[in-house]
Every structure is written in structure tokens, then in C-alpha cells.
């Protein structure tokens, strides 16, 4: 017989059947677990970089000192990607008798193509969103030109030869992060004006920036045509060249996203585990009677793998599609927390749960489904013989193998991945153990209460196994609710606070070495706390290990441009606060008389720099050699003044240098940078409040998005306690007839239920709340690098919540039991 | 048929079989030295008290089981060595069970329970053949019906037809009114033999009712593990 055309009829009937209900359900809320959780996470991560790209107020950036080529330009439009100009140059505006040194931005009608202009009308107002820039003839300009004029909106104020009416108060350009280093408040002017002002002529220093956005596709398209035809002097800009901090907000975002789909996993696998022992159960007397009328071992065999990789197709299916509808569903009510509707999803997580079905099914269900072509025919007469236990280490090997391979995928982050499975593993085995333990416990204990007391107990010692895998199962699943709790509330926590109210967003540099102790009098005077004054020197890296470097030596973008450029190196006898030494080891005071660097870690690896390695850099015609002695890591979203290199005292501080320090200055009190200014003229002011404001965002949307995964797992969650419960439900039901037939009543029952899954609960809640503590921990220090600190809270809401919550459910699921009459019950068995 | 009676064309023969368990009290032995011979279209009742080793007895003749020593042989074709899937193969098609507990497949239909052996067969259309046997035991009405929906005799005719739908040489039956009322299990045995008088199949029973055995050629019963004609 054909065995295709024999297991399409099996499946058939198995589509109907109960005994394939539970595992089908699991394995579709695996699946729309898994896939909920990706498309929503693809889509809000592309959401996320869209939001990060406003900061270059599009996809990609073309810069350069000259106008940019028109054949950039019809390269865009022919693949129908948008295209904006801006310009920006320093100059002067002159308001009565008053000067103020400024950093002029012009640009075109349809500026920006990504993000949004934040104005205010007049200083109390409150800030307005808009998304066109001024109309000609109008200028907005930020808060500080306004305090350094003493301007009003709507005075007249002149730029060159023109006149503009000064319409709004330009509190956030979408690019403002790209201008770091800029001299002056910004002033915003249309692109048309610039001609009036007579300012702009071809000897003029200005800016020209071409901005582009569009679709992913294209916009890479485009990326690969323009890199090797931009001409000398033009620099291509996108999001991984954009601010490193940025980038830090950016991954942790995405691993936090990450770690909450990797949770869903794991409750997927533990529900099929659990579904898969009922399927196998009942599987066996199919396999026995086929035995029985003469089917061989490897026609069962085959028979049911067809049935299973089918089951897995349309399981996978259905799961997909049930997560797409319920990621749509909340894409929709959430489109206005991310500014607008969410891109569209990428085809990718369509085959995340693809691979997440068959790898589910082949990791939990396919060593014990397929030991059902071993039942021994005999179980036509002797029930008690079923399917030869699966090998042991065959089901430890694909059930971990298929876990950490599920958790790489979701997570794409080994390490954290890695962390993740070890203390699920340990959760596992403790589990498995005190299950074990339990059981022999209560063997004694069972004849010291009354027979309700004695009943509860054994429905726990009935079955060693079916209780050790109830256990185990409710364990994960509170596990799992507990590390995303503790990842929503103290991990979230933890990074926000990374960038705390109070953090300084501004920066000052060029301060020279005689301005260091008045500009510390004048913030005392203003009562404004400095974050610490850093020595810093210009100098070009030249040489590593007696080799020259050029931007030639490096096939890496990034590495080109390192070289290329100057860095800002620094000398210190104390490592930094947001700085930590991850090789080698810091100078200390003992060593701080010697020559040697410290190289920011990243840094290091791009230009291939290791511990020992001697550097030399050219500090303005002058050589600097030393050895690197530690390479750091940096949180460059500390928003402290940080560098790439820092040297020994000994080696940089008799080299001429300046310095630069950064500062908390409330809003509003832009007055007192005026004055700065007037006081400190040579120093450079850099805000960066608007950037800071713009990690801000994607910190608290990327927790809005991890709170929403986590309502996925916490249903996934729901219904592996339900495949638990139902586990155990044919011997309940067969003692549920017995017991009522011998006159018990339903609240002797329901008590006799209650005391068997109160006391299951109660464990697992423990022994998980105890994991997902230690996973927390490993999880939020060596992966995120935060401070973790025990929460008391998830202990009581952990053990007394799981108690409560498995023992109503035990309750409800016996319920049923003591309203059907035993003969009805008996006849549906 | 007796015991070290040869008949012309045995379909199932055993040769000094025992059967030996191990338990925590040490080797039990079930099965001693049993010889006997069954010709095609022979009907045997085994008898024996409860844990007599019948179903052993039944379970060994049908290659469900391995023995411990002697030899089986199931249409001319020695069991010793034959591994599980071989004596399956010898199975295949040429012998039907009937259980006491029925064995019907709960999720699987009237109608899909009988078509099962047809199905492993290759028979073509089994639905078709299936309705027929169903038919034969005046179950045409029920062909859609699940086990749970069917009474203990329904479900015993079902099984009946299942064992029947694929024309065996020969067929096992355990206990097959043990758990019917008197009635019920009546019109059971009664369709159990027309069906079998109509196929010509040899039949093996196992059962502890007299009346039963009475309807059968030859009676052998089961005591201390040995096998002695029955008066």
C-alpha cells in the first residue's frame, strides 16, 4: 500500500481526533507565539530604525564642501526614492545692534524625509509637531538665539542681505544630532531664500547635504551605486556611521525584544513537551492494533512521520497566520505610540515559524512519537506494555539542541541565548529532581491526613513521571512569566536609567588650559553641576607596531575613516566612570609615570589593535609612541565626554591641549549659555539635548514593545498550564468516577484537586522564582551590563501567585467532573 | 482437534512451547510444554480460571509474543528467529482478533476501524468492503458512529466485522463475550460463528464460559500451566 496515500488517510481522521487536539493547539500557539512576537518585533525594529534614521532626517546622506552632482540626484529619482537638499554654513544675524553668531540651515520644501520639526509659537507655549520646514522669508530659530537677542516671534531680524520675520522657536530639528560640532544656536531658513542673502558663493565654506529615504531595498540599492562613485570630498552618511550612542540605544533595543521573543520560545517548547506524552499515550493502542493485523515496524514509522511533518506544515500555517492577525491587530492600536503606521513585515519571520514548528516538533515530539512504531503488538492484551522508552540522551540532545537552536534564531545573540538556556536547564533538573523528591516525600505523608488529604496527595504520587512533568512544565511557565517580569520592570528600568533626568546635554569644548578654573566659578556661580573637566588633544594615528597606517591598510568603511581622520585623545591618571576595562588592566597610580594608551575596545578591533601593540600618533608634527596597555569599553550613551584613546599623564599632559567637560542645563535656562558665550568666547557650546530626547523615545517605545511581547508569553504561558493540567486529566477522570460513584461530593473534589495543584503551584512557583532570579541576574550583569538587584516582589507574587493561579486552574479543570454523572463520564472514556 | 492430533493442513502448530516470566518473586513460569495443532477451519476453545495463562497461551499462537522455548509455527512457517516485523508480515492479511475489550480505536469511525486491516492490506477500496463486513453485522446504520457512541455489543460486532473484513485464514478470539451481558454476548457468539462458518477461517477462542465452548469443535484447557483436553 502506498504509505503517502496511508498517511494522508491517517491524517485525516487525526484532524478530527481529540487525541491531537492538544498537541495541534500547543504547537499553533508556538508557533503564534514565535511569529507574533517576529513580526511585530521585524516590523517595530524597522520602526525603530526609521526612528533613528531621523536623526539624519533620512535613509542615507550624501555631504560634501561642493554641490553634490546632479547625477546623484537622477540616480534617486530613478529608483523612485525621495530626495532633499539642505545647506548649512556658519554666519551672524544682526537684530538691532545685537550680533549672534549662528549655524544656518537651509533647506528644501519637502525637508525632512524622516522624523518631524518640533516648534513652539512663542517661548510659554507648548511645543507643536510639524512636518514642513519655514516658508520663505521666514526663519525659526532655537530658544538660545532668542535669550542671546532678547527676540520676541515675529520681530524682523537680518541675515545677510536679507530679512526674515522670526516666526517660531525651533525647539527640535529632526537632524540636529548630525550638526554636532556647531558653533552657534541653529537657525532654520528656506532653501529659496539663500539666493537673497547674497551669503552663499562658490568660496563660501558651506555644507551641502543631500538626503535620501525610501524603501530598505532601494535605499541599499542605492548605497552600493553611490559608494564607489562619490568623488573626492563627498561623504556618504547612514545609520551604522551615525552616533555611536545612538546605536548602543538601538542594539540593547533590539536584545530586549530579542530575550522577550527567546522567552516564548521556551514556554512553545515546554507546551508540546508537555502535549506530546497525552499524543504518544494514545497513540500507542493505534500502533498496537496495526501491529496486530500485520503492519511492519518501518511502515508505522514512516506512516507517522508523514502525519507529523503534515501536522507540523499546517500547525506551522495556522500559527503564522493566528500570530499575524494578532501582531496586526496590535500593530494598529499601537501605529500612534511609534508616530505613524509601522512599516510592513518582512517575509522573514514567516520562516522563523516555519523552522519554529518543525524545529518544536522535532525537538519535543519526534523521539517519543516515533518509538510508536516499537509498541509491542502484545498491548492488545496486556495494556500496561507501551512504546519502549525513547533514549535518553537522543531526547536530551534534540530537546536542547532544538531549544538553543529556536533561542540563537530569536535572540540572534549567542551569549545571551546561551545564558537563557543554562537557566532553563538548571530550572529543569531542579525541577525533575524535587519532583522526584516530592513523591517520596508525600509517599509518608499520605496516611497522616484524612481521605481528601490522602487524595490530593496522590494524585501526586500516582505517576512519578506525569508529575515530574507537570511540575517541570508549570515551572518554565512561571519561569518565563517571571524573567520577562523582571526583564520589563528592573531591566527596562536599568537601561533608562542609564541616561538619567539630570543627564548633561550640553557639551563645551575648546576650553582653554587659563579658562578651566574661571569656567568652574562661573557654573558654581550658576549653581550648575559639571560632569568632570577632560584634558583633549587632536592627533592622527600613524603607526601600529612600526607599521604605517593609511585609510588603504583597512577594507572596512569604518576603519578607512578612523585613519583618515584625527581622534581625541585624552590623558588620565583614573579610569572614567562609564568606561571598563575589559583587557588588559588600567595604569593605576604606579604606572601612571610610564608611556602607555588605553583603546576604546571597539575602536580596537576595527583597526586590529590588541594589548602590547605599540601605537604612534602625530600630534600636530610632534610623534607620540606607546604601548597599549587595556583595551575599554565604553557606554557611549552615558553622555559623558568619552574617547577613543586615552594616554598616561606621563606620556600627553606637557603636549599643548584644551578640554572639554559637559553639563545638565535645565530647559529654559538657555540665558545663562548667552552668557558663556560672552564670558568664554573661544569655547564651543554642543547641545545635545535633542539627540539625548531622541534615545529617550526609542528607550520608552522599545519598553512599550517589550511590555506588549510579553502579554504574547504571558498567553502562551496560560495555555501550558492548561496542556499541564490536561496532562493528568484521564486519571483525575477515572478517579473522579470512582470517588463520586462511592458517594464523594463535588466540594470533597474540588478540595482533593485543589490540595494536589496548590501543592504542585507552590513548588514550582519556588524553585522558579529562585531561577529566574539567578537567570536576571547572569542576564542583566553579563549581558546588558547592568546592576541587578533582587526583587522581593517577584519572590511573594512568584510563590503565592503560582500557587493560587495553578490551583484555581486545577479547580477549574475538575470542575467539569462533578456535574457530569459517572455513567456519562464512563461511557465517554 | 487434540493434543499430537496431525491434521492435514495445520494453520497455526505448537511444538513443547513454555513460557517463563521474570517477576520480583524471581521466574515465573505461565506456559509449560504445550503441543497442539490447529487445521484450517477448525474451531478450538481454550478454557482456563482467570490467570491461567490463556491469553499468553493466545498471544504466542498468534506471534504476538516471543516464547521461551520450544517451537510455534503459524502457516507452516516457523516463529523461532522471526523478528518482530517478520511475524507480522506472516499476519499480514491472513488472520483477524477479537478482543474482550473490544480494541476499536476511539478516534477513528465504525467504518475507519473495519477499513484498518483493508487499508494495511492494500485492498483498493476499503471503504466499500468495509461497509460490506459492517453490513454482515447488521451495523449498516452506524457505520458513522465513534466507539463512545456505541453500546459494549455494537462495539463487539464492530470488532467482529474488523476481524472478518479481510477474509482470514485465521482468527483469534479472547474472551470475546467477557464483557457483555448474557444476551448481548449471545448474539456476539452467534454472529461470530455464522461469520466464521461463511469465511471457513479456523478459529481459536480463549474463554472461561462453558456454554461458549460447547459451540466449538474441540475444548483444551488451560490448568498449572499445561494443557489437557477438556471433558
Known amino acids: 500500500m502506498n504509505r503517502i496515500v496511508l498517511a494522508l488517510r491517517f491524517f485525516r481522521r487525526d484532524l478530527r481526533s481529540s487525541e491531537l487536539r492538544l498537541l495541534v493547539l500547543s504547537l499553533v500557539i508556538a508557533v503564534a507565539a514565535v511569529s507574533a512576537v517576529g513580526f511585530f518585533t521585524n516590523r517595530v525594529e524597522q520602526a525603530m530604525i526609521l526612528q533613528a534614521n531621523q536623526v539624519l532626517a533620512a535613509d542615507l546622506v550624501l555631504s560634501s564642501n561642493n554641490p553634490i552632482a546632479d547625477s546623484f540626484v537622477q540616480q534617486a529619482n530613478s529608483l523612485d526614492l525621495k530626495v532633499a537638499h539642505t545647506l548649512t554654513f556658519p554666519s551672524v544675524i544682526v537684530h538691532q545692534d545685537e550680533t549672534q553668531l549662528v549655524a544656518v540651515k537651509a533647506v528644501s520644501k519637502n525637508y525632512p524625509l524622516r522624523g518631524d520639526l518640533r516648534v513652539r509659537p512663542d517661548p510659554t507655549a507648548e511645543e507643536e509637531t510639524v512636518k514642513n520646514p519655514p516658508l520663505p522669508g521666514r526663519m525659526w530659530g532655537e530658544a538660545r538665539l532668542m535669550a542671546s537677542l532678547k527676540l520676541q516671534p515675529g520681530e524682523r531680524v537680518s541675515l545677510g542681505e536679507a530679512k526674515f520675520t522670526l516666526e517660531k522657536i525651533l525647539s527640535r530639528d529632526s537632524a540636529l544630532g548630525n550638526s554636532f560640532f556647531r558653533l552657534g544656536p541653529e537657525v532654520l531658513i528656506a532653501l529659496e531664500d539663500i539666493p537673497k542673502t547674497g551669503l552663499v558663493t562658490p568660496a563660501s565654506r558651506v555644507r551641502h547635504r543631500l538626503l535620501i529615504a525610501g524603501p530598505q531595498a532601494q535605499v541599499e540599492n542605492y548605497q552600493s551605486w553611490a559608494k564607489n562613485r562619490l568623488p573626492q570630498g563627498v561623504r556618504l552618511e547612514h545609520l551604522s556611521s551615525a552616533r555611536p550612542e545612538l546605536r548602543n540605544a538601538l542594539d540593547r533595543g533590539s536584545r530586549f525584544l530579542g530575550l522577550a521573543a527567546l522567552v516564548a520560545v521556551l514556554v512553545a517548547g515546554a507546551t508540546v513537551a508537555l502535549s506530546t506524552r497525552q499524543f504518544v499515550e494514545r497513540q500507542s493502542d493505534t500502533s498496537a492494533i496495526m501491529r496486530c493485523l500485520g503492519a511492519s515496524q518501518s511502515l508505522i514509522f514512516s506512516v507517522l512521520l508523514i502525519r507529523l511533518c503534515l501536522l507540523g506544515l499546517i500547525a506551522s500555517l495556522l500559527g503564522i497566520a493566528v500570530g499575524w492577525l494578532a501582531q496586526n491587530v496590535l500593530a494598529s492600536l499601537l501605529s500612534d505610540w511609534f508616530g505613524g503606521e509601522l512599516p510592513p513585515t518582512s517575509f522573514w519571520p514567516v520562516l522563523i515559524g516555519l523552522g519554529t514548528g518543525f524545529i518544536t516538533l522535532t525537538g519535543f515530539t519526534l523521539p517519543p512519537a516515533l518509538r510508536l512504531g516499537a509498541v509491542p503488538p502484545l498491548r492488545v492484551l496486556r495494556r500496561d506494555l507501551g512504546a519502549p522508552p525513547a533514549s535518553t540522551w537522543l531526547l536530551v540532545i534534540l530537546s536542547i539542541g532544538a531549544m538553543a537552536l529556536l533561542m540563537y534564531i530569536q535572540a540572534g545573540d549567542g551569549k545571551l541565548a546561551g545564558w537563557v538556556l543554562l537557566g532553563t536547564l538548571i530550572t529543569v533538573c531542579l525541577l525533575l529532581l524535587t519532583a522526584r523528591l516530592l513523591v517520596r516525600i508525600l509517599a509518608p505523608m499520605r496516611h497522616r491526613g484524612g481521605p481528601l488529604w490522602r487524595q490530593g496527595l496522590s494524585g501526586l504520587a500516582r505517576d512519578h513521571n506525569m508529575t515530574a512533568l507537570q511540575l517541570t512544565g508549570f515551572g518554565l511557565g512561571i519561569l518565563a512569566i517571571l524573567l520577562l517580569s523582571i526583564i520589563r520592570i528592573d531591566l527596562l528600568a536599568a537601561w533608562q536609567r542609564t541616561i538619567p533626568d539630570q543627564a548633561p546635554n550640553h557639551f563645551l569644548i575648546n576650553i582653554q588650559p587659563d579658562d578651566v578654573n574661571q569656567l568652574g566659578k562661573f557654573f558654581s556661580l550658576k549653581g550648575i553641576e559639571q560632569a568632570g573637566i577632560y584634558p583633549m588633544l587632536r592627533a592622527r594615528l600613524t603607526h601600529i607596531n612600526a607599521h604605517p597606517i593609511s585609510p588603504e591598510s583597512y577594507q572596512d568603511d569604518r576603519a578607512q575613516r578612523l585613519v583618515a581622520r584625527e581622534f581625541n585623545l585624552s590623558w588620565s591618571a583614573q579610569i572614567q566612570e562609564a568606561n571598563q576595562v575589559v583587557s588588559g588592566s588600567w595604569w593605576g597610580e604606579k604606572n601612571q609615570d610610564k608611556s602607555l594608551f588605553s583603546v576604546e575596545v571597539e575602536l580596537a578591533n576595527t583597526l586590529r589593535i590588541k594589548v602590547g601593540d605599540q601605537l604612534k600618533f602625530d600630534l600636530a608634527g610632534v610623534p607620540i609612541e606607546a604601548e597599549v596597555s587595556n583595551l575599554r569599553k565604553v557606554e557611549w550613551d552615558s553622555f559623558q565626554p568619552n574617547f577613543f584613546v586615552i594616554g598616561t599623564p606621563a606620556l600627553l599632559q606637557d603636549h599643548p591641549t584644551n578640554y572639554i567637560t559637559s553639563f545638565y542645563l535645565p530647559p529654559g535656562e538657555e540665558a545663562s549659555l548667552a552668557e558663556l558665550v560672552r564670558q568664554f568666547p573661544s569655547i564651543t557650546i554642543i547641545d545635545v539635548s535633542a539627540i539625548m530626547q531622541q534615545i529617550r523615545e526609542i528607550m520608552q517605545r522599545g519598553s512599550l514593545a517589550v511590555e506588549y511581547v510579553f502579554l504574547f508569553t504571558l498567553i502562551a504561558a496560560v495555555l501550558m498550564h492548561y496542556a499541564g493540567i490536561q496532562a493528568s486529566r484521564k486519571h483525575r477522570q477515572q478517579e473522579a468516577i470512582v470517588l463520586r460513584t462511592l458517594g464523594l461530593q463535588r466540594s470533597g473534589l474540588l478540595l482533593a484537586a485543589a490540595i494536589e495543584f496548590v501543592t504542585l503551584g507552590l513548588l514550582a512557583g519556588l524553585l522558579a522564582t529562585l531561577c529566574a532570579n539567578v537567570t536576571g541576574w547572569f542576564v542583566a550583569t553579563e549581558v546588558f551590563g547592568f546592576q541587578y538587584n533582587l526583587n522581593p516582589w517577584t519572590v511573594f507574587i512568584g510563590v503565592l501567585g503560582s500557587g493560587a493561579a495553578i490551583g484555581i486552574a486545577g479547580i477549574v479543570a475538575t470542575w467539569p467532573l462533578t456535574i457530569r454523572p459517572p455513567l456519562r463520564m464512563l461511557q465517554r472514556i | ?231
Open chain 2, 1 to 231: 482437534m487434540v493434543t499430537d492430533h496431525n491434521p492435514e493442513q495445520p494453520v497455526v502448530k505448537a511444538l513443547h512451547v513454555s513460557k517463563q516470566l521474570d517477576g520480583p518473586g524471581g521466574t515465573l513460569t505461565i506456559l509449560r510444554d504445550i503441543s497442539l495443532h490447529l487445521a484450517f477451519g477448525e474451531v478450538t476453545a481454550i478454557l482456563g480460571a482467570s490467570g491461567s495463562g490463556k491469553s499468553t497461551l493466545l498471544g504466542l499462537l498468534a506471534g504476538l509474543d516471543e516464547a521461551s522455548s520450544g517451537d510455534i509455527e503459524l502457516f507452516g512457517q516457523s516463529l523461532v528467529g522471526l523478528d518482530e516485523d517478520k511475524r507480522a508480515a506472516l499476519r499480514a492479511g491472513k488472520v483477524g482478533f477479537v478482543f474482550q475489550s473490544f480494541q476499536l480505536l476511539p478516534g477513528m469511525t465504525a467504518l475507519e476501524n473495519v477499513m484498518l486491516p483493508l487499508e494495511l492490506a492494500g485492498v483498493k477500496k476499503p471503504a466499500i468492503e468495509a461497509t460490506k463486513a459492517l453490513q454482515k453485522v447488521e451495523l449498516a446504520d452506524r457505520l458513522h458512529h465513534y466507539p463512545g457512541q456505541l453500546s459494549g455489543g455494537e462495539q463487539q460486532r464492530v470488532a467482529i466485522a474488523r476481524a472478518f473484513a479481510s477474509q482470514p485464514k485465521l482468527l483469534f478470539a479472547d474472551e470475546p463475550t467477557g464483557s457483555l451481558d448474557q444476551a448481548t454476548g449471545s448474539r456476539v457468539i452467534d454472529l461470530l460463528f455464522q461469520m466464521r462458518e461463511q469465511t471457513g477461517a479456523a478459529l481459536l477462542l480463549v474463554t472461561h464460559d462453558e456454554r461458549l465452548a460447547a459451540r466449538c469443535d474441540h475444548r483444551l484447557l488451560i490448568k498449572n500451566g499445561q494443557l489437557e483436553p477438556s471433558a
